[in-house]
Nanobody, 115 residues
């Protein structure tokens, strides 16, 4: 069983930055991939960024050039560095871990971009 706990969300002005952290109770190295998803009010949950065990990353087109995903296997933590934030980035951000047999989710952290 893997438990994921997100932190780092909050209120930021447009153009600002935030770094989200996802701490795992288990070894994230055992996960095939770790990712960040987001869900805005009235919209479906969407993939923001994903990183595989081998370190390959995938970013949604809407965040390329602004967001970066990284992982620290020693700390069992995945990060999402968000720069040049826009109001449309406002959403609840969820951490995800995929293994061969299961899909785990954190409880989510709110990110609000507003002046």
């Amino acid at each position: 069983q893997v438990q994921l706990v997100e932190s780092g969300g909050g209120l930021v002005q447009p153009g600002g930055s935030l770094r989200l952290s996802c701490a795992s109770s288990g070894s994230i190295f055992s996960a095939d991939a770790m990712g960040w998803y987001r869900q805005a009010p009235g919209k479906q949950r969407e993939l923001v960024a994903r990183i595989t065990r081998g370190g390959f990353t995938k970013l949604a087109d809407s965040v390329k050039g602004r967001f970066t995903i990284s992982r620290d296997n020693a700390k069992n933590t995945v990060y999402l560095q968000m720069n040049s934030l826009k109001p449309e980035d406002t959403a609840v951000y969820y951490c995800n871990a995929q293994t061969a047999t299961a899909n785990y989710w954190g409880q989510g952290t709110q990110v609000t971009v507003s002046s």
